[in-house]
């Protein structure tokens, strides 16, 4: 990211309520900090249930961004998600390339993504995160007029890229945890499930309570300065 893309981010992030744009959580009222854990890209025949096998072990609650086209195909996933308590929300239907991905073609994404995921799960999440973190103010725009949060994240060891369980060990073991951390893994790649184990090794749910991008949305977010016109 550029330095003036940087600084348009963190302009557009000060002026911004939570609700609209969340970047990070808030500080956790009770004694015990929090962070969120958010998987993008899937679900993933194999890797998603490995990572919903240790969420479940260590009793942790996740945000998983799903692709439309892949949760209709892994339904079952979904669901299972659901039932454990995880939160299901939009990434989009296709996982296109921002750059090449009109407004009108997000919306279009958003709102077929939505109608699948309410008949899966029940609910409509207002959480949704862009593909690869990238939008226009038009985009921002038609999502704010939907209704949707934009959740981006502060936090990414970028495991996308990493080609051994050894490089998602060592940033686990050099990762210093805050409170109001928004991790970003991919449940479409393997390690993910090691990351989980590698961060349950080194302590940090013991000291970190994990929590989803909703609960912050609608139990302690409150509006810094909200854009009018919008």
């Not at 008949?119 to 949707?148: Q, V």
Request: charged share 25%; glycine share 4%.
């Amino acid at each position: 990211m550029s330095v003036l893309r940087q600084l348009l981010k963190s302009v557009l992030t000060t002026c911004t309520s939570r609700a609209r744009l969340l970047t990070r959580g808030p500080r956790s009222a009770g004694s015990q900090p929090r962070l969120a854990l958010t998987f993008d890209d899937g679900p993933h025949p194999i890797h998603t249930p490995a990572v919903l096998d240790r969420l479940e072990r260590f009793d942790l609650r996740a945000t998983f961004f799903v692709v439309g086209q892949q949760a209709e195909r892994y339904q079952d996933l979904i669901i299972k998600m659901t039932e454990a308590g995880h939160e299901v929300a939009n990434h989009t239907w296709s996982h296109s390339e921002p750059c090449v991905t009109s407004a009108a073609a997000l919306n279009e994404e958003v709102l077929r993504t939505d109608e699948l995921l309410q008949g899966l799960t029940g609910t409509i999440t207002t959480a949704f995160r862009p593909p690869k973190g990238e939008l226009n103010w038009s985009k921002l725009r038609h999502l704010w007029r939907l209704k949707k949060t934009v959740a981006l994240w502060n936090v990414d060891p970028k495991d996308y890229r990493m080609t051994s369980t050894d490089q998602i060990t060592a940033w686990c073991r050099s990762y210093r945890p805050a409170d109001g951390d928004i991790v970003l893994l991919h449940d479409v790649h393997p390690h993910a499930a090691v990351a989980i184990d590698a961060l349950a090794a080194y302590g940090v749910f013991d000291r970190f309570e994990t929590t989803t991008i909703s609960h912050w949305l609608k139990s302690e977010i409150k509006p810094v300065l909200q854009l009018e016109g919008a």
